[in-house]
């Protein structure tokens, strides 16, 4: 379990700042809501509280492992679930296949090298164990969807799309998980399930960071700056600057 704090947190680029003064705390288990206008910095926020961008000003720890300082630690305790221009799913591939990418993945690299060790059968128990345990939490039944297993994601719903990408991302275990809009396009009743899956995974300790235009009640609100809108200079500097920041974020 994972308590996630910042204090005058911020991030500068060579175009200004994506976000500054953050700061708050939230304990172990907590469902963090990251509001705010899009333009504001939330996603930056989000990937720099995950150890996938470095930030410029203040602190914040993850857990026992501190920022801007220890980013590969921080990376190898959090999960992200969907973050566009970072861990976008392939439209022509399958459920089934996304999931396989993701296990064999996991088998190679999210483990001790002495986990190798074991015999393959062994592994691969496991792995289809912590697979149907992540679609479970996560709230996606396979047989209902258009094709089963076999649903390309282009076939999803939008809900069907957020549900997969968590659970793609809870099969490493994750201490804490990311989640880029999660009320982006989803109606009011869809909203209201997204939060309900996105709250669930805190039963169980893990600490959830969600990117949204309106926080649900009881979560842990930390705002972001208002959008800068006095000019269509201003939009499309800080459009590049988002632009720059996941180009980085995709390299870590």
Do not use: N, Y
């Amino acid at each position: 379990m994972a308590a996630v704090t910042a204090e005058e947190f911020g991030l500068k680029g060579p175009r200004g700042w994506a976000f500054r003064g953050v700061t708050f705390a939230a304990e172990p288990g907590s469902l963090i809501a990251i509001e705010g206008p899009s333009g504001t910095g939330r996603t930056c926020l989000l990937l720099a509280l995950t150890g996938r961008m470095r930030a410029t000003e203040g602190e914040a720890s993850v857990g026992r492992f501190r920022l801007p300082g220890q980013p590969a630690a921080v990376r190898r305790i959090s999960g992200l679930g969907p973050v566009p221009g970072v861990t976008d799913l392939d439209p022509a591939l399958t459920v089934a296949e996304h999931l396989r990418e993701r296990a064999l993945l996991e088998r190679r690299f999210g483990g001790p090298l002495r986990g190798l060790l074991r015999p393959r059968a062994e592994r691969r128990q496991e792995l289809r164990v912590r697979v149907d345990a992540a679609l479970t939490a996560a709230g996606l039944d396979l047989e209902t969807l258009p094709k089963g297993r076999r649903t390309s994601v282009r076939d999803l719903e939008r809900l069907e799309v957020l549900r997969l990408s968590v659970a793609l991302a809870l099969i490493g275990r994750p201490r804490v998980l990311g989640v880029d809009d999660a009320d982006l396009k989803l109606s009011d009743a869809e909203r209201a399930e997204a939060w309900a899956m996105l709250a669930s995974l805190t039963g169980s300790g893990t600490t959830v960071l969600a990117v949204c235009s309106e926080a649900p009640e009881g979560a842990v609100v930390v705002r972001t700056g208002p959008a800068k809108t006095s000019d269509a200079a201003s939009a499309s500097h800080d459009d590049k600057e988002t632009a720059d920041a996941l180009a980085e974020a995709r390299r870590a």
